[in-house]
């Protein structure tokens, strides 16, 4: 690829699914660069120790994790890639803005790691198609102690047993909703930690409604199997319908609140109990990361589990022609699926650039995505958000941690102040608008104010919450610098 030359495809993300559009995408002749913020590519799912320095830690590079070996065909086939010259690989670069002008997107870039910074001239990434592949994060929900330290989100505490082989307490309830908790008790049980509990707010026979979802995924099945030895072996209690209600401690955790609920998350008065623990991982789902895709002015719409997703049709086709999407920000669904969307996104842009791709290939994956669907679909209608979990959120719990907004001030803005939806709410007394910029409470502020309300959140209210025009911190300077685009920003 030659410096001039505009490359054929960008793709934001090097987690399952973008690692799969790029290696897709070259394999069939496009010329591709893939910018991920990370050092090493991965994402989320195969999340794992620095390679450059194995040798200190005390097990191999993967561990826990399902599916390696398609990870690291993905790894060395990128390899290849980059090597013949067919994929740019810009690690450690964060992307804070994508525009669309004379037909070309453009990506605003930073340095996420360390302090080099990158020369102003190779900021700003050109390509004619992009594949947006921005993954998820953590859904949490605000209870009474969640700010403590030593209260995580569950995700984060994968991420440490992932990236750092590093537990984070030493006794632990996991609690929330969905099939991660174990995968997150799993890992913990596994490297010494004593899990008290896991406390799944839902109960696994809702399942039984559905049981044709059930059986879309076998492996999925398998896994479940897996972690269920896995609990025998270290005696974790797997406990439904049962949540934490509280967490208490002086300077960091030190007692968490348990209790059994009925279907809609009412505690079962009696069912009370305390236990001595120093961490608490708690997941209520993920929700996929869309401050690009919103700053696009992408179709987006509420999903099954009521977060955020961008619309893609079914070539994965957003309802912007030179963009495409994949993996979660498309929807919850895990990393195969996310592989599957990635590999289809890439083919239909390789098909639309005029490289010969077989009709069979597009339609195989299709079939693959719905099958994973149908299970997605059945996995959040078994693990809802239980609609009367906010009886257990005091006037006192923080809700945005942040701005230190607490459950009480957003009550009163729409009670008192009439804030009919989560944007009303955070204009009144602030939630969201901190450093996290609702990242972390904004998911947990539409559901208290739906709560309140009564009336489900919208796509144009959560699509507020999620704008932020610059997707993460950048310096003046680096705005002082910006190279014009080649025409006037054109967003259609
Ligand atoms: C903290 C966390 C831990 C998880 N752990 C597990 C687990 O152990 N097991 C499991 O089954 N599922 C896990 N998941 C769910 C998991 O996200 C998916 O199933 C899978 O990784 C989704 O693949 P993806 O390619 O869509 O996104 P991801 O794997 O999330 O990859 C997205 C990539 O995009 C990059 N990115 C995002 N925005 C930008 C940007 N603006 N600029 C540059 N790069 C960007 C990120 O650095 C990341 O590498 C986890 C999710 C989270 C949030």
Same mark, same amino acid.
């Given at each position: ?51 450059? +320095? ?10 826990? /994790? ?22 740019? /690989? ?25 302090? %080099? ?31 403590? #330290? ?67 995924? #076998? ?34 955790? =030190? ?33 996929? =990361? ?14 099954? %589990? ?73 996995? +959040? ?34 009670? %008192? ?13 602030? #939630? ?19 709560? /309140? ?27 002082? %610098? ?11």
């Amino acid at each position: 690829m030659t410096a001039e030359r505009i490359p054929d495809l960008a793709v934001i993300g090097a987690g399952p699914a973008g690692l799969s559009a790029a290696d897709i995408a070259a394999e069939h002749g496009l010329d591709v660069v893939l910018v991920d913020a990370g050092s090493q590519t991965g994402g989320q799912f195969w999340r794992h120790p620095d390679e450059r +320095h194995l040798a200190q830690f005390r097990a191999p590079e993967s561990t826990g /994790h399902h599916h390696w070996k398609r990870y690291v065909d993905l790894r060395s086939r990128l390899a290849a890639a980059v090597q013949r010259g067919a994929v740019r /690989h810009l690690s450690g670069r964060h992307v804070w803005r994508v525009d669309v002008a004379a037909d070309l997107v453009h990506l605003r870039t930073t340095a996420s790691i360390g302090t %080099d910074q990158v020369p102003a001239t190779e900021r700003t990434v050109t390509a004619r198609r992009l594949v947006l592949a921005t993954g998820a994060y953590d859904r949490q929900l605000p209870i009474p102690g969640w700010t403590l #330290p030593g209260a995580m989100a569950a995700g984060g505490v994968q991420a440490l047993l992932k990236s750092n082989q590093v537990a984070a307490g030493r006794r632990a309830v996991v609690a929330g909703t969905g099939p991660f908790l174990m995968s997150v008790a799993a890992g913990l049980a596994e490297a010494g930690v004593e899990v008290l509990a896991i406390c799944e707010a839902n109960s696994y026979l809702r399942w039984a409604r559905t049981p044709l979802r059930a059986v879309q995924e #076998p492996g999925k099945l398998f896994e479940g199997v897996e972690y269920a030895r896995t609990f025998l072996r270290h005696r974790v209690p797997l406990k439904m319908r049962t949540v934490v209600t509280a967490i208490r401690g002086t300077g960091r955790v =030190q007692q968490v609140e348990i209790a059994a609920v009925d279907g809609r998350g009412r505690v079962r008065p009696g069912t009370e109990r305390t236990v001595e623990a120093d961490l608490v991982a708690l997941g209520w789902g993920f929700t996929p =990361q869309l401050e690009l895709a919103i700053g696009l002015g992408l179709d987006t719409t509420v999903d099954v %589990d009521d977060s955020l997703v961008v619309v893609a049709d079914d070539r994965q086709r957003t309802s912007h022609p030179l963009v495409y999407a994949a993996g979660e920000a498309t929807g919850i669904g895990g990393a195969v699926q996310s592989c599957a969307e990635g590999e289809l996104a890439a083919l239909a842009v390789a098909a639309e650039l005029g490289r010969t791709v077989e009709e069979a290939a597009l339609r195989r994956r299709r079939r693959r995505i719905d099958r994973g669907r149908r299970f997605a679909v059945g996995m +959040h209608r078994a693990g809802p958000v239980p609609p009367e979990w906010s009886s257990w959120v005091t006037p006192t719990t923080t809700v945005c941690r942040c701005e230190e907004v607490t459950a009480g001030e957003v009550a009163a803005s729409v009670c %008192d102040l009439g804030a009919d939806d989560a944007r009303d709410v955070r204009v009144t007394s602030r #939630p969201g608008m901190g450093l996290c910029q609702g990242r972390v409470c904004g998911f947990g502020l539409a559901q208290l104010v739906t709560a /309140h309300t009564g009336r489900p959140a919208t796509a144009a209210e959560l699509e507020s919450i999620a704008k932020r025009n610059i997707g993460v911190p950048i310096t003046l300077g680096e705005i002082a %610098d910006l190279v014009p685009l080649t025409a006037e920003r054109a967003d259609s």
